[in-house]
């Protein structure tokens, strides 16, 4: 099936496959929203957060940040790293997004190992942090934030489950 507009309606291609749990005229918004503007956007804060962490954001700036590294020099290793690994996150979710937006069959699994890497690059940056400073910093923010993370994740499973149909090419 090759990508039209008029298919992001939920009106989905003719097949003998159709059952009422596979109904043609499915809901596209999330989809759509996906597409048009949450790839998008999280590549942008993707780069910004991977810049950010070599120029030092994350400590208040780069006199703040110039401390916090003197102290723990493996700090300033893990940013750089994870600066390299934000940015290829960043480029990953535009190949992703086209992908799910020609239809690509590939696209929702994709997708998953994005938002999954996501969750896992944060996870894995926190450990190396508490590993380095020898203290835990558990904030219920970043704890909320893993939690919708793994939610969202769960709930696009069943989303994009329903409408593997669609995707064919």
Request: neutral net charge.
């Amino acid at each position: 099936m090759k990508y039209e507009p008029e298919k992001m309606s939920g009106n989905a291609p003719e097949s003998k496959e159709w059952t009422e749990q596979n109904s043609p005229d499915m809901p596209m918004k999330w989809y759509k929203f996906i597409i048009c503007f949450q790839l998008f956007a999280g590549a942008l804060v993707s780069l910004a957060v991977g810049f950010g962490s070599i120029i030092g954001w994350k400590y208040g700036g780069e006199q703040q940040a110039a401390t916090v590294y003197a102290e723990f020099s493996g700090l300033q290793i893990v940013d750089v790293i994870l600066c390299f690994l934000y940015v290829a996150l960043a480029v990953m979710s535009v190949v992703v997004r086209q992908r799910l937006a020609a239809f690509r069959k590939n696209g929702p699994w994709l997708y998953m190992i994005l938002l999954c890497e996501y969750l896992l690059l944060a996870v894995i940056s926190w450990v190396l942090e508490t590993l380095i400073t020898g203290s835990i910093r558990l904030e219920a923010g970043m704890l909320a934030g893993w939690a919708v993370q793994f939610v969202l994740i769960c709930l696009n499973l069943v989303y994009f489950g329903k409408r593997k149909q669609l995707f064919t090419e």
